[in-house]
């Protein structure tokens, strides 16, 4: 091992520490020990009420911490208390207090139960965990016993919280996958997992005929719980990937309980609306994130920048016994450190939203993105986070015209006409932009040549797939051409200019990737159908 390779883990594994175990953000057993005061808060707050409240908080004083996280940390006895304390101390709505009384009253027995297993997880016939000899994160299964109160609860939140989604019992693939993803992260990065995962008491599989498509989720009103979709587990580095991707928003989930993350008045309806670049834009400003969201999506993309370093570092070593990783490594790690260094710029844009803890909070990450990333982009820059969804929109048209043959209009449709214009349309904003700017002659040159070759397609009737293949040759050129120009140039004013709002460079190609995002989007739909 060479003296560089050292000093990059000594430096990884210094960064996963830091992430995995520093408090007051890091350390799970201190964010349970914050929960732990809270949930005897509210226990307290339900006991002139509830004598179940009252026996349970009379239980949890001399529990262990393993067995306080077991049970108190299951979602559906923590999703019953904090609703019950919302409609008793907050005027929200109403908890049967029949479940309020079944959820409690299992949860005690559960602490006098040994081996014990979470109280939603008893019902159980076939148990399936992530890890072999933990009780928790264990995983859905539809085999359970007949008298299953505390199931038809979860179910019933299900119903009310994500209608679309099936429950299922994970195949046998989707078990190994999720088997073989707990252990990729245990030996690519073990503190930084054993530190998401302990906030995590559920994984859910839903059924692939579910109404709702996801990839994956987590619903802030059921704590301790993700969900996946089995597309996601197709190999081992895809499981691992978004086991870690949803072990960290639950974790997050449990540190803005515990921390005052927020301001005082923050309201995530009215909050500042700030657009990820690399996204595609939705109607409605449904591609537009709140800061709550733009927080807990920065600490995600500071680890996985982490683990997709690590990833590089040694995804070959590891390939024998995992398979080949499923992405470019390096390509992922700066993408990643990419859209951090962006999110943390927005947010300090808007810090009187933040709470005193979540100001410190993004300077922490930040300082570790300082020590993770020695080259970090211009402060202010964001054309490379749209050059991104540029390119990963050329490679969803490359999927499609791969299948296209010699013909004159694919899957019955003009795609090929659409993908033309399209394409004329780019070379023109292209242009325009190459103007502003000296030693772009031989782009320039392309481009017009490709316009030449366009006309010829348009004259001829064309047919699909040349009509595919061209397309991709202006975007490969322009795409080249972008990210070969100075980052500062794109951030120069430019008076004068046709459109107030594009004073700048940068948002002349803003204008053009977001317009082009909407047709092409609105094209691939028409050809999935």
């Not at 078990?175 to 503190?191: F, H, I, N, T």
């Not at 939203?353 to 979540?358: N, P, R, S, T």
């Amino acid at each position: 091992m060479t003296h560089d390779v050292v000093e990059a883990s000594a430096l990884t594994t210094e960064v996963e520490n830091a992430l995995a175990w520093s408090k007051p953000f890091g350390d799970p057993s201190y964010l349970w020990d914050r929960l732990r005061i809270q949930y005897s808060s509210r226990l307290a707050m339900l006991s002139a009420q509830s004598q179940e409240a009252r026996d349970l908080l009379s239980a949890i004083d001399g529990l262990t911490a393993a067995d306080y996280r077991r049970v108190l940390g299951d979602p559906i006895v923590r999703v019953a208390i904090d609703r019950a304390v919302s409609f008793v101390k907050m005027n929200g709505d109403p908890y049967p207090e029949s479940d309020l009384k079944s959820i409690l009253r299992h949860a005690l027995m559960s602490l006098d139960k040994e081996p014990g297993a979470p109280p939603l997880a008893e019902a159980v016939t076939v148990p399936l965990t992530l890890y072999a000899g933990r009780r928790w994160p264990w995983i859905w299964s539809e085999e359970r016993v007949s008298d299953d109160p505390l199931g038809s609860v979860f179910r019933r939140l299900m119903d009310q919280q994500h209608s679309g989604l099936v429950l299922a019992t994970p195949d046998q693939h989707a078990r190994e996958m999720l088997a073989a993803g707990a252990s990729l992260l245990d030996d690519l990065c073990p503190s930084l997992i054993d530190s998401a995962m302990s906030h995590v008491h559920l994984i859910v599989v839903v059924g692939a005929n579910s109404p709702t498509r996801i990839t994956s989720l987590t619903n802030p009103r059921i704590p301790g719980v993700f969900f996946l979709s089995p597309t996601v587990l197709a190999d081992p580095w895809q499981a691992a990937e978004y086991l870690l991707h949803e072990a960290l928003h639950v974790k997050f989930l449990d540190l803005e309980n515990t921390h005052s993350l927020f301001s005082s008045d923050y309201d995530e309806v009215n909050s500042p609306r700030i657009r990820p670049h690399w996204n595609k834009v939705q109607a409605g400003g449904a591609s537009e994130w709140p800061i709550n969201r733009v927080l807990t999506v920065l600490q995600v993309y500071v680890c996985l920048a982490l683990f997709f370093t690590i990833t590089a570092a040694r995804s070959s070593s590891l390939e024998v016994k995992y398979g080949p990783a499923y992405r470019n490594s390096a390509q992922q790690a700066r993408s990643s450190l990419d859209r951090a260094h962006y999110l943390a710029d927005q947010l300090n844009q808007h810090q009187e939203y933040l709470g005193f803890a979540g100001q410190l909070y993004v300077r922490w990450l930040e300082s570790i993105l300082g020590v993770l990333d020695p080259d970090q982009p211009l402060r202010g820059s964001y054309v490379h986070l749209l050059l991104d969804l540029y390119e990963r929109q050329a490679d969803e048209v490359r999927a499609l015209v791969s299948g296209w043959v010699d013909q004159a209009s694919p899957a019955g449709g003009n795609l090929d006409q659409q993908l033309r214009k399209i394409a004329r349309e780019e070379i023109g904003m292209a242009l325009a932009l190459f103007s502003m700017t000296p030693r772009v002659d031989p782009a320039v040159a392309d481009l017009r040549a490709q316009e030449k070759a366009l006309r010829d397609l348009d004259a001829s009737g064309g047919d699909a797939s040349a009509s595919g293949d061209r397309f991709l040759a202006v975007r490969t050129s322009i795409l080249q051409s972008l990210r070969d120009l100075d980052p500062r140039f794109y951030m120069r004013p430019c008076p004068g200019r046709p459109g107030a709002n594009l004073t700048v460079p940068g948002e002349l190609v803003r204008a053009m990737v977001e317009d082009s995002s909407r047709q092409l989007d609105d094209l691939l739909k028409k050809a999935s159908r």
